[in-house]
């Protein structure tokens, strides 16, 4: 008889799998978010929305407004939403940059080189340890953005495949790596000082002269990465794998790498491309590595946010990838001419036909969700009831954690939450002794471990059709139940870490400390 874990896993996937279409379910919330926001506007809540504050000029709050629900059914709003539309669609984060690094991937996928690559790895790469290899790769692919959702999560589809392990494990370990440990990275990420900012502005709401260092949390996480990649390895392989092999394989079989002896061609190419990626990567050194670098911001960083080499990443992808699979091609003779070149990049954006449909329908969901302040209120909300339960110091950490992890199945962006967030949660701890560096610590724990489960990331539309490149019948439910295991697990242990690493009293990370003052 089958545990009763993994019959809850089935129930979750035949439940999951019996609402419409993603696209479908995608309307469907857009039609429910016109109703309950026209339903909501004429109420007039107390919780302000700390994205009104005024301050002045030694850091106090002049005003702000209540927050307010904005009906999305009126004229107005209706118009506006029709005048959008196609430049809501266009402007839909995830869609450039999937087809943009798809672009280049998908074109050395098509000539051999990535296979080439891989053969290589699995050589060298035993079996037994292929999951933790991945899912470092994939929470180091965090300093990057989100280009590990479409370079790391279909890599590891392919990896399992080539290793004769099922493809939708692999998924789901990068997928867990990248956005499920999406707070756990030893090197520092975009991440950082996006939710630095937001938590040295809440903290100078009681004391303005308190500053926040953008790594104030880099120790925790790193060390978060061995407890992501022991928790995920176990999830994986004693989990979701066994779960799994009653799954049957029906995608396209052939287009999957073998674990064959690289021929001479094969090796003779693959060195050619790694030699022109590595050329490339060169070139980029030192052109980024000079003060005055165009890579660089006007303070000279080239990591911040908004560094034109930050906002380069996707289309370095696609030419450190394009460029090799290319030298490859002709060196094996994969790529006869440039018309080989086309054709395999046009035959890569083939595939992804569906996922453009799921994206219109989510892209229109996400603005009107977004324009409704629904989401925000409901977090809102949330955060007063937590902080009137007037809990001691350790339990108001674990319910910032719970909390933060429930509001993110409702507000995907973690910079966007934190917004919301901060300004509460960060002076209700430091009125009763906690750091706002503690306070961010738990919000990303909880922020992370949920966000592999919700149908709202806008990456979730996507990992959906990797896995159909595999599982042609896979669907939200599938994506859910394979991601439930580690989003509970993560959350779990992710939380009772945090608390161990603060009774310990190991530090945060740079001029971070967990009381106040």
């Not at 050589?123 to 990057?144: F, K, Q």
């Not at 919700?454 to 042609?472: A, N, S």
Request: glycine fraction near 10%; charged fraction near 10%.
């Amino acid at each position: 008889m089958r545990p009763w874990s993994q019959r809850a896993l089935d129930l979750v996937e035949w439940l999951g799998n019996k609402l419409p279409d993603p696209a479908v379910l995608f309307v469907i919330a857009l039609g429910l978010t016109w109703l309950i926001s026209a339903a909501l506007a004429p109420v007039e809540f107390e919780e302000l929305d700390p994205r009104t504050v005024v301050k002045g000029p030694s850091g106090e709050t002049v005003s702000a407004a209540p927050i307010r629900v904005k009906s999305q059914l009126s004229g107005e709003a209706l118009v506006t939403f029709l005048a959008r539309m196609v430049k809501t669609f266009v402007e839909f984060p995830p869609l450039g940059v999937v087809l943009v690094a798809l672009l280049g991937v998908g074109g050395a996928e098509q000539t051999g080189f990535i296979n080439a690559g891989l053969k290589a790895l699995l050589r060298v790469t035993s079996r037994r340890y292929l999951t933790p290899m991945v899912l470092l790769v994939a929470i180091l692919s965090h300093s990057t953005g989100d280009a590990g959702y479409v370079l790391v999560i279909p890599l590891g589809g392919i990896i399992y495949a080539a290793a004769g392990r099922h493809p939708l494990a692999g998924i789901g370990a990068t997928f867990a790596g990248v956005s499920g440990g999406f707070s756990a990275n030893f090197l520092p990420s975009l991440l950082d000082p996006l939710l630095q900012g937001f938590t040295q502005s809440a903290a100078q709401i009681l004391a303005p002269e308190r500053t926040v260092n953008p790594l104030c949390n880099w120790y925790f996480t790193s060390c978060s990465c061995v407890l992501v990649i022991a928790v995920g390895w176990f999830v994986t392989d004693r989990i979701v794998e066994p779960r799994l092999r009653a799954v049957a394989v029906d995608g396209d079989l052939a287009a999957l790498p073998r674990l064959d002896d690289l021929s001479g061609s094969e090796r003779r190419g693959l060195w050619l491309g790694l030699g022109a990626m590595g050329l490339g990567l060169g070139v980029l050194g030192l052109t980024a590595a000079p003060s005055d670098s165009p890579f660089r911001s006007p303070a000279g960083a080239l990591t911040a946010h908004g560094a034109p080499l930050m906002d380069s990443i996707v289309p370095l992808i696609f030419l450190l990838f394009m460029v090799p699979g290319v030298v490859y091609g002709y060196a094996t003779g994969t790529v006869k001419g440039h018309r080989d070149i086309i054709s395999g990049m046009s035959k890569t954006m083939s595939t992804m036909g569906y996922y453009l449909v799921m994206a219109f329908a989510a892209a229109q969901f996400t603005y009107v969700f977004r324009e409704s302040n629904v989401g925000a209120l409901l977090a809102l909300k949330g955060a007063r009831w937590l902080e009137g339960l007037g809990l001691p110091g350790q339990a108001t950490i674990v319910g910032i954690v719970l909390l933060s992890s429930v509001v993110n199945l409702l507000v995907g962006s973690a910079s966007a939450k934190w917004a919301l967030l901060g300004p509460i949660f960060v002076p209700m701890l430091m009125e009763v002794g906690l750091s706002p560096e503690l306070t961010q610590a738990a919000y990303r724990v909880g922020d992370s471990s949920t966000n592999i489960i919700t149908p709202l990331l806008p990456y979730f539309p996507l990992i959906v059709v990797y896995c159909q490149r595999y599982v042609k019948g896979t669907g939200i439910g599938t994506l859910v139940s394979l991601m439930l295991p580690y989003s509970v697990s993560f959350l779990a242990t992710w939380t009772v870490f945090l608390l161990v690493y603060w009774g310990l009293g190991l530090p945060l990370g740079l001029q971070a400390s967990y009381v106040y003052p």
